[in-house]
DNA sequence: CTCGTGCTTGACGCTTACGTAAACGTAAAG
DNA sequence: CTTTACGTTTACGTAAGCGTCAAGCACGAG
């Protein structure tokens, strides 16, 4: 076993928001929405692995399209803890309904691209009937 | 040949919004941003069958979370003329930049399920040791 | 001491995508 | 003729998701 004591980098606001290309104020933004708690030294935000990663999956759900309310509610199913039977529950129920929800995306997602791909066709063809001339 | 001439059904705007469950206002928006250009009988509108695809469209553009801008140019593409060769470069070059945020859409939404998977596994266990006390 | 750099907290502004009346038109039904 | 249903425009309201100052602290370099 390695028993070497990782020292758990940390982050400053600037370097998470250059790594993910966004905002200070995203990022402070997303803390008042209750997305992200940074630890403080002193007055200063300082990102732990854990906050590290929401960001990354706050940022995947809103290129999904998810509103931030919706966000909150996925990125907090990951690091549940066990609970009790009814939080259990709770949480099998978002994540059918969440489920639900990525399966009628991604179903419209592949209409979406069948259908550009004959509009491409068409384009295609427009244009080599244009330049054969 | 069935040369019977099918009426071309029409729809009101109450029928459309019923149909898709959308409001008036709903519809009425988009029509000011330009994605619907119903016909006029007197002040009526009036929306033929090429509007209610369209509105379709917008409503699936939405669904993949997509802005009205966005989903202009989109639904723009499928009914676009011909057209000279600039324009065809330019809808090939559109359509290739949908077709890679699309493809990114694809991937966000297979990691996410995949990573509900494991929560609900995790839950599933959870669940059953808290049962088998 | 001063400067620059990086961080902080307000607080107001802006766009998107509608909701929500208000006030009015029209046409069929009672 | 009045009610009812269905439509219209105009216009202000609002929630989300930040952008954009302003003003200030903290700290190391020069």
Redesign the pocket.
Known sequence: MHNIRVPAQTW????L?AEYD?????I???ED?GLLT?E?R????VYHPRDRVRLGLILRG?RLG????E?ATIVDMYDAEPGEEGQLVYLLDQITTRRADLEQRRQDIEETLHELAEVEARCQADLKALRSR
């Not at 400053?12 to 370097?15: F, G, K, R, T, V």
């Open positions: 400053s606001i600037a370097e928001a966004v905002t200070l104020r995203t402070r933004f997303y929405r940074p403080r002193g007055t200063v935000r809103k998810f509103s931030l309310d966000i």
